[in-house]
């Protein structure tokens, strides 16, 4: 059974730093493509960015380039988002999510083809 677990969320002030992990368990950790969502209560969940098996690709969303830093390390089956600079918009709960074992490695993943997902982290970020 796949589980992603979050952790690291919380309270800061914008202009400050958060490093969100995720956790994961139940799959080979080190073949797959992980991604990192966002979502406002009342609004969609909005795609942050993506790291492929290996580290070496990664993709954001415009809003959070130069600031965002996906890592991951899969000898700890962890996936990391370091969040520079916040601002008041990014405040939101974060999932990381992990797609199919079929399309484990699939780079580009297109967005609606992640299938598992955390149960989420809150950021908040007072002005």
């Known amino acids: 059974q796949v589980q992603l677990v979050e952790s690291g969320g919380g309270l800061v002030q914008a202009g400050g730093s958060l490093r969100l992990s995720c956790a994961a368990s139940?799959?080979?950790?080190?073949?797959?493509?992980m991604g990192w969502f966002r979502q406002v209560p009342g609004k969609e969940r909005e795609f942050v960015g993506a790291?492929?098996?290996?580290?070496?690709?990664?993709e954001y969303t415009d809003s959070v380039k130069g600031r965002f830093t996906i890592s991951r390390d899969n000898a700890k089956n962890t996936v990391y988002l370091q969040m520079d600079s916040l601002k008041p918009e990014d405040m939101a709960i974060y999932y990381c999510?992990?797609?199919?074992?079929?399309?484990?490695?699939?780079?580009?993943?297109?967005?609606?083809?992640?299938?598992?997902w955390g149960q989420g982290t809150q950021v908040t970020v007072s002005s």
């Open positions: 139940g799959l080979r950790f080190n073949r797959y493509t």
């Open positions: 790291v492929n098996w290996s580290g070496r690709s990664l």
């Open positions: 999510a992990a797609p199919s074992a079929l399309l484990s490695s699939t780079w580009p993943l297109p967005l609606s083809r992640y299938a598992y």
